[in-house]
C-alpha cells in the first residue's frame, strides 16, 4: 500500500500497518517536530519525511495514494484545557489553528484523492467541531477507548471510510502489567501524603499544595486498575502508581510507550538527517509518546481494510 500520514509524530501509523500485516510500499510523513521526525527515522528508516502539511502539494499523490490517515494537534479543541491557558479553548468552526490544521486534513483528501481514509481526534473536542469534522469527511465518528487494548483510559473519535469497523475485543489490562521494577523510582509517603490522603476508586489522591484535591500530579493509581489518559506534557508527575503500605513509584518512559503499545525503548534514541544517533531527553520522550496513538487500536481498524485493497504479509 502507498500511506499518506499527516501529523505523522513519531510515525505510529507506520507500526501499526506492522502489527495488521499490512505491505507498505512508500509511507509519505508530514511532520514538522525535530525530536518526533528524529525518532521516526531511526525506528522507520523506511519513512519518508516531507515537513510541513501547510506547504504541501498534496495533488502530487492524485491517484497513488491507499491510505490516507493522521490526527490533527487537538490542544486547543478539547474541553480538558485550563481555563487559565493562554490560548482559549476552541468551540467554533472557521477560526483558530485547530480548523486551520484539520481543514490541512481535508486539502490533502480533496487533492490526493486517497481510496481509504482514518482521521483521529479528542472525543472531548466541542458538538460543533465534531459535527463538523463529520460533515467535511462525510461519515460519523466511532468511539474507542484505549482501555479494550491497553492499560489507560484514553477514548478517541475516529472517521474512518473502512467498512465494518468493530469494537476491539477487551485485553484486560490493568497498569499492574506495564510496571517497570527499578528500585530508583521508589518513593515513600511523606507527612503531607499522609496527613491529606483520601482513598478513591482508582486511585489515591493528596494536598501537597494545600489548595484542594484537584490536581493530577497529586495521585497515587492502583496497580489492578487503569492508568489515566497519557498526556503530552509533564507525563512523570502525571502518572504516579501505588505499590502498598506507604510506598509508591515515578513512572518511565518504557510504561508510558506500553500504555501507548508502543515497543519498549521506542523512543530512546532518535536519528538526525546526517544519520548521526542521539539519545532523546526524558521529557521529549514523555512528549513525544503523550502526541501520538495507541498503536494497537490503529492496527485494530486497519484490519478492516478489504483484502483486496491490501497487501498482506
Known amino acids: 500500500m502507498n500511506i499518506l500520514s499527516l501529523f505523522d509524530g513519531i510515525s505510529c501509523g507506520r507500526i501499526a500497518l506492522e502489527r495488521a500485516n499490512i505491505s507498505v510500499d512508500n509511507y509519505y510523513a508530514y511532520e514538522i517536530e525535530p525530536n518526533a521526525i528524529s525518532i521516526s527515522r531511526y525506528n522507520c528508516p523506511d519513512v519518508m519525511q516531507f515537513g510541513d502539511v501547510t506547504k504541501a502539494d498534496?495533488?502530487?499523490?492524485?491517484g497513488k495514494i491507499d491510505l490516507l490517515i493522521g490526527g490533527s494537534p487537538c490542544?486547543?479543541?478539547?474541553?480538558?484545557?485550563?481555563?487559565?491557558a493562554k490560548n482559549k479553548k476552541e468551540t467554533d468552526i472557521n477560526?483558530?489553528?485547530?480548523?486551520?490544521?484539520?481543514?490541512?486534513?481535508?486539502?490533502?483528501?480533496?487533492e490526493a484523492n486517497p481510496t481509504y481514509f482514518l482521521y483521529e481526534n479528542n472525543y472531548r473536542i466541542s458538538k460543533n467541531i465534531e459535527n463538523a469534522i463529520s460533515q467535511e469527511l462525510g461519515v460519523e465518528p466511532i468511539l474507542i477507548n484505549s482501555a479494550t487494548v491497553s492499560a489507560q483510559n484514553r477514548k478517541r473519535l475516529y472517521w474512518t471510510n473502512i467498512p465494518n469497523v468493530t469494537q476491539p475485543k477487551d485485553k484486560g489490562l490493568l497498569v499492574k502489567d506495564v510496571i517497570v521494577n527499578d528500585d530508583l523510582l521508589i518513593k515513600h509517603f511523606d507527612d503531607r501524603i499522609r496527613n491529606t490522603l483520601i482513598k478513591c476508586n482508582n486511585y489515591i489522591k493528596y494536598d501537597l499544595g494545600g489548595k484542594g484535591h484537584y490536581s493530577q500530579q497529586d495521585r497515587l493509581y492502583y496497580l489492578n486498575k487503569k492508568a489515566p489518559t497519557v498526556p503530552r506534557s509533564r507525563t512523570e508527575t502525571k502518572f504516579n502508581v501505588y505499590?502498598?503500605?506507604?510506598?509508591?513509584?515515578?513512572?518511565?518512559?518504557?510504561?508510558?510507550?506500553?500504555?501507548?503499545?508502543?515497543?519498549?525503548?521506542?523512543?530512546k534514541y532518535g536519528m538526525n538527517d546526517k544519520g548521526e544517533i542521539k539519545e532523546i531527553p526524558k521529557t521529549r520522550r514523555f512528549e513525544a509518546i503523550g502526541n501520538g496513538w495507541t498503536v494497537d487500536v490503529i492496527a485494530h481498524i486497519l484490519g478492516f481494510l478489504p483484502k483486496e485493497n491490501k497487501n498482506e504479509k
Request: charged share 25%.
Open 58 to 62: 498534496f495533488t502530487q499523490y492524485n
Open 75 to 84: 490542544v486547543n479543541w478539547s474541553n480538558a484545557k485550563c481555563h487559565t
Open 95 to 110: 477560526q483558530g489553528i485547530g480548523w486551520k490544521l484539520f481543514m490541512e486534513y481535508v486539502r490533502a483528501k480533496k
Open 243 to 267: 505499590l502498598g503500605e506507604e510506598t509508591y513509584k515515578k513512572t518511565c518512559p518504557i510504561e508510558i510507550e506500553r500504555l501507548q503499545t508502543l515497543p519498549d525503548n521506542y523512543t
